[in-house]
DNA sequence: TTGTACGCGTTATCAA
DNA sequence: TTGATAACGCGTACAA
């Protein structure tokens, strides 16, 4: 077990000076073509390589991205993830991840293990808590510290810095476009409590569609589901409230859901009651996932580009981490949402 | 904009050595409770945080753990990483991902970026390119340097290290012998060509419960697919040959799929051949993922327990990097399936 | 009780 | 052409 193999051992071995052995290795000018070469073959033989940790103390920059989400067992976040990779590496970064697991402790704690040096800079999306408790303050002191950082998806306003967002607005109008020039009269929407910003986004979206379309809003027809039912467990109570906000409402002809467990689970409700679709209710969704595709029918869906999201983030704060100018003006990347029709609407 | 505060600052403004600091906020009794006090006063102030790339030169350890994954756009893996990362996190390791997106080159590079100082050791799952090609040496050199590596799920006999893997082999054949017990007297099995040791040890399994239940193996029954059809583009490439296996099997009442994409698929294409699920054909897939769940019917399924891989992977490395002892002597911890029943069965 | 010196691995500057 | 020295930030053995 041959230990990695360092500058001054090479020195050493070929009784030489570090800082020759350092010069010849990276080919200066200044070393004879004899000792380089003969460095430079020892280095080879024992494959030598810079210690990364030694060069990011000394260049006090780490290339290395530092990641925060709140679940990673998701398909938005994930592709989010690999768009991100793909960029960095391509651009000599790696990339650590932190999970917030929605919580804002942990989401507080993950990135001051990560600022302190370990990191050049974060990408990241806000957890739900800390989206209810409006406490940004980890944010703007890492700011602060001189850490850049580059927020997608779940931003908030009040933080100076550049984001990356879905044009979760226009996303929806042109779902709700699409259900009413399908024919749709009465449709529903299936959203999240307000404080998930996309949630609210969205769910403006819908009432804008329709009322440029100068069709009535009814209250009934919109379901906000508490965002803890995402999470497995309580599939039952989604499909019970989705169930009740169909009896009621014996007319519904058009559901928008803001995401794909909703989309998917409001079909199967419908099934249930034997409605048919896309005959007698057509849906759409809101996602980038996999789901959709292989449903029953095949969901037509608002798609998000998360890749495409993740390597426009990645660029941004490789940007500002490159370039010198220190003047600060951030800016906000919106991609474009495409709508991808599947077998759900007509 | 302040920077992050170091020692060397704080000792300037207070006007005493360096190791001063260090002592006093280290709660040395070396120190007078004074100047101990003054000291951790102002680093509080400044919120001084010690820098960990300083720490990592210094100790020799980065505390961060490498993960090497073929892609991270899978549940089964991203699950692995959510299992990781939350031993990880709970025993103060940060994860740093790289993908190999299925390359062996990409592999090589990933490792060795990472082995250069930035991790401890690895957690990786082979990629199918390096599978093909059975070159290994990268595996064998970090292990030589020292950088302990641990393997999980696609995993290769020739390497000596810890490893985590599915009981592939036993979760087939609870399926397969499910499917028996459920009444199939000819059951197919769509699985992935033999270089995949997954794909080949569950169809193994497969082989192995049919002939202790008296049943013989027909070639026929056995569709090999061609592994860049996982990808989406070619998902009607893979319809057709499950309905070129369905139809020129008409007696197949049971499907085993080693994956959830081509059990569901497969499911599709029998519904379109008029065969209804689970009354006609059965079928049983194999995965963690979420499509299973969401099907129609729902997929009966055996589960890897994906997550509970990456907690024990995590575990495995971590205890083989903090405990001193020199003695190797690696283990291969088998990861139990479960047979998840669901509607796609009787 | 405090400070000096050293080392972790590297590179840049300056001296020989 | 080569080497010594300093610096990145930290912790610690040893000296004062």
Same mark, same amino acid.
Do not use: W
């Given at each position: 077990?041959?230990?990695?193999?360092?500058?001054?051992?090479?020195?050493?071995?070929?009784?030489?000076?570090?800082?020759?052995?350092?010069?010849?290795?990276?080919?200066?000018?200044?070393?004879?073509?004899?000792?380089?070469?003969?460095?430079?073959?020892?280095?080879?033989?024992? +494959?030598?390589?810079?210690?990364?940790?030694?060069?990011?103390?000394? +260049?006090?920059?780490?290339?290395?991205?530092?990641?925060?989400?709140?679940?990673?067992?998701?398909?938005?976040?994930?592709?989010?993830?690999?768009?991100?990779?793909?960029?960095?590496?391509?651009?000599?970064?790696?990339?650590?991840?932190?999970?917030?697991?929605?919580?804002?402790?942990?989401?507080?704690?993950?990135?001051?293990?990560?600022?302190?040096?370990?990191?050049?800079?974060?990408?990241?999306?806000?957890?739900?808590?800390?989206?209810?408790?409006?406490?940004?303050?980890?944010?703007?002191?890492?700011?602060?510290?001189?850490?850049?950082?580059?927020?997608?998806?779940?931003?908030?306003?009040?933080?100076?810095?550049?984001?990356?967002?879905?044009?979760?607005?226009?996303?929806?109008?042109?779902?709700?476009?699409?259900?009413?020039?399908?024919?749709?009269?009465?449709?529903?929407?299936?959203?999240?409590?307000?404080?998930?910003?996309?949630?609210?986004?969205?769910?403006?979206?819908?009432?804008?569609?329709?009322?440029?379309?100068?069709?009535?809003?009814?209250?009934?027809?919109?379901?906000?589901?508490?965002?803890?039912?995402?999470?497995?467990?309580?599939?039952?109570?989604?499909?019970?409230?989705?169930?009740?906000?169909?009896?009621?409402?014996?007319?519904?002809?058009?559901?928008?859901?803001?995401?794909?467990?909703?989309?998917?689970?409001?079909?199967?409700?419908?099934?249930?009651?034997?409605?048919?679709?896309?005959?007698?209710?057509?849906?759409?969704?809101?996602?980038?996932?996999?789901?959709?595709?292989?449903?029953?029918?095949?969901?037509?869906?608002?798609?998000?580009?998360?890749?495409?999201?993740?390597?426009?983030?990645?660029?941004?704060?490789?940007?500002?981490?490159?370039?010198?100018?220190?003047?600060?003006?951030?800016?906000?990347?919106?991609?474009?949402?495409?709508?991808?029709?599947?077998?759900?609407?007509?």
């Amino acid at each position: 077990m041959k230990r990695k193999i360092t500058l001054k051992q090479i020195a050493r071995e070929l009784d030489v000076s570090i800082s020759t052995v350092s010069k010849a290795l990276r080919n200066s000018n200044e070393i004879s073509e004899d000792t380089r070469q003969k460095v430079q073959a020892f280095a080879k033989l024992y +494959n030598y390589r810079p210690n990364n940790i030694a060069l990011s103390l000394k +260049n006090r920059k780490t290339k290395t991205i530092g990641i925060i989400i709140p679940e990673i067992v998701h398909h938005f976040f994930s592709k989010v993830i690999r768009g991100i990779e793909l960029v960095a590496n391509k651009r000599g970064y790696n990339v650590i991840v932190g999970l917030s697991n929605e919580s804002f402790s942990k989401e507080v704690i993950n990135m001051e293990m990560l600022a302190n040096g370990s990191i050049d800079g974060f990408i990241l999306s806000i957890s739900k808590e800390t989206l209810q408790q409006q406490d940004y303050h980890h944010f703007t002191e890492t700011i602060n510290q001189g850490m850049p950082i580059v927020m997608f998806d779940r931003v908030v306003n009040e933080i100076q810095c550049d984001k990356v967002i879905v044009d979760d607005l226009n996303g929806s109008k042109k779902a709700v476009f699409k259900l009413i020039e399908k024919g749709c009269k009465n449709i529903a929407i299936i959203t999240t409590k307000d404080y998930v910003s996309v949630g609210k986004l969205r769910t403006q979206g819908y009432l804008e569609a329709l009322e440029e379309k100068q069709i009535k809003a009814k209250g009934s027809l919109i379901l906000k589901v508490d965002d803890a039912l995402v999470s497995d467990d309580h599939l039952e109570v989604l499909e019970k409230d989705i169930e009740t906000l169909f009896t009621a409402n014996k007319n519904i002809d058009g559901v928008f859901a803001v995401n794909e467990i909703y989309a998917i689970t409001a079909m199967k409700v419908a099934r249930k009651l034997n409605l048919r679709v896309p005959e007698d209710v057509q849906f759409i969704g809101f996602t980038d996932g996999v789901l959709s595709k292989h449903a029953t029918p095949t969901l037509t869906t608002v798609s998000q580009h998360a890749q495409q999201m993740g390597e426009k983030a990645a660029d941004l704060l490789i940007d500002n981490l490159e370039i010198e100018e220190e003047e600060e003006h951030y800016q906000t990347v919106v991609i474009e949402t495409e709508l991808i029709e599947r077998d759900s609407t007509k």
